[in-house]
């Protein structure tokens, strides 16, 4: 059974650092393009970064690039992302997602629709 599971979320205050944790099983990690989504409050899910299958190739959003960094352990079967300097705008429910029906060639996508698993989230607050 194919499961993602995310941990690391909590509050930190403006300006910190967390790191996410997404581990997976049923399938390997390493063969497959992952991401990372996030749900603010009424808003729609967006996507934060993504790792190519190889790991060769990653892909931020313009709002978090230079902040965020994601990462994987393969030997874990674990993705990671690691949030520096962060907003207040960063609040929000963490997803880590895998495509793990078929193979993406190219820069991984951000787009929730191009995943087909998804974990169950994790919250992070950004608050003073």
């Known amino acids: 059974q194919l499961q993602l599971v995310e941990s690391g979320g909590g509050l930190v205050q403006p300006g910190g650092s967390l790191r996410l944790s997404c581990q997976a099983s049923g399938f390997t990690l390493g063969s497959q393009a992952v991401g990372w989504f996030r749900q603010a409050p009424g808003k729609e899910r967006e996507g934060v970064s993504s790792m190519s299958s190889s790991g060769g190739s990653t892909n931020y959003a313009g709002a978090v690039k230079g902040r965020f960094t994601i990462s994987r352990d393969n030997a874990k079967n674990t993705v990671y992302l690691q949030m520096n300097s962060l907003k207040p705008e960063d609040t929000g429910v963490y997803y880590c997602?895998?495509?793990?029906?078929?193979?993406?060639?190219?820069?991984?996508?951000?787009?929730?629709?191009?995943?087909?698993?998804w974990g169950q989230g994790t919250q992070v607050t950004v608050s003073s």
């Open positions: 997602a895998a495509r793990t029906l078929s193979r993406w060639i190219g820069l991984p996508p951000l787009s929730d629709l191009r995943y087909d698993s």
